[in-house]
Structure formats: structure tokens, C-alpha cells
């Protein structure tokens, strides 16, 4: 038997897109990687994906930006911290969706990511400058 990413890989993009809906968990994952946008699209809009799931995907660093920015502009999905998080420390996030999503994260997770050094400059910057506001 071939494993999930052999079979996967054998499909067409109408069959992956196909896996994407109605898939496992293992098969999402592995097509939230795929190269056609397309197949990504059909993984986020899967009635079956968690809220887990999604947060994981904020924090590859192996997606699309398109990807990224369908998830943040997903009411749903924002209102988790762990979405929000993701998507911040993420170094592909778009910048002026990280920028706005800044305001909703603790003093402690904009202490850690004034020291990253994996996201751009300017937002490492403004949440510098955020700890020093909030203690005032």
C-alpha cells in the first residue's frame, strides 16, 4: 500500500481538491503544502477543519501568503488566540495584517517577539514600543 503523500501525489488537482474537503487530518495537512493555490483554498474551506488545525497552519512557514490572509480575514478563526499568535510570529504573514492584529496579544508573547528575530524589523519595533506604552 502507498503511504498518504504517495497516493496524494498520484492524484489530479480535482481529486486533491476532492481530499481536501472530505479528507482526513493527516491529508489536509499534507495538501495545505500544495502548490496549487487552489488545493489550499479547498483545505480552509473544509467543513471538518479545527480550530487546532488552523493554528498550525498559521505558524507554517511553508504556506502561501494568500493562505495566511484568507485565515486572517476569517472572523471565526481570529477569535483565537492561538490563530492570532500564529499568524504574528509567522514571518510570511502579510505586514499590515500582523501590524493589526498586534494590539491583541499579551505583554508576555510582545516581550518574546521583540527579541525574534525571524519577523521583520518594524514589527519587532512596534512591540517594543507596545511594552514600553502598557507600562506606563
Given at each position: 500500500r502507498a503511504s498518504t503523500v504517495q497516493r496524494i501525489a498520484g492524484m489530479t488537482v480535482a481529486q486533491r481538491m476532492?481530499?481536501?474537503?472530505k479528507g482526513t487530518r493527516e491529508e489536509r495537512t499534507i495538501l495545505i503544502r500544495d502548490p496549487?493555490?487552489?488545493v489550499g483554498v479547498a483545505v480552509l474551506s473544509s467543513p471538518t477543519l479545527t480550530e487546532q488545525e488552523v493554528a498550525a497552519i498559521a505558524r507554517m512557514a511553508s504556506i502561501n501568503d494568500e493562505l495566511l490572509r484568507m485565515i486572517a480575514n476569517t472572523r471565526a478563526w481570529i477569535k483565537s488566540y492561538d490563530v492570532v499568535l500564529g499568524l504574528v510570529k509567522n514571518a510570511k504573514t502579510p505586514l499590515a495584517i500582523t501590524m493589526n492584529l498586534l494590539s491583541r496579544l499579551n505583554e508576555k508573547d510582545l516581550r518574546?517577539?521583540?527579541?525574534?528575530?525571524?519577523?521583520?524589523?518594524?514589527l519587532r519595533i512596534t512591540a517594543r514600543k507596545k511594552i514600553v506604552i502598557d507600562k506606563r
Amino acid at each position: 500500500r502507498a503511504s498518504t503523500v504517495q497516493r496524494i501525489a498520484g492524484m489530479t488537482v480535482a481529486q486533491r481538491m476532492s481530499v481536501a474537503m472530505k479528507g482526513t487530518r493527516e491529508e489536509r495537512t499534507i495538501l495545505i503544502r500544495d502548490p496549487n493555490k487552489i488545493v489550499g483554498v479547498a483545505v480552509l474551506s473544509s467543513p471538518t477543519l479545527t480550530e487546532q488545525e488552523v493554528a498550525a497552519i498559521a505558524r507554517m512557514a511553508s504556506i502561501n501568503d494568500e493562505l495566511l490572509r484568507m485565515i486572517a480575514n476569517t472572523r471565526a478563526w481570529i477569535k483565537s488566540y492561538d490563530v492570532v499568535l500564529g499568524l504574528v510570529k509567522n514571518a510570511k504573514t502579510p505586514l499590515a495584517i500582523t501590524m493589526n492584529l498586534l494590539s491583541r496579544l499579551n505583554e508576555k508573547d510582545l516581550r518574546m517577539l521583540s527579541q525574534d528575530r525571524n519577523i521583520p524589523d518594524v514589527l519587532r519595533i512596534t512591540a517594543r514600543k507596545k511594552i514600553v506604552i502598557d507600562k506606563r
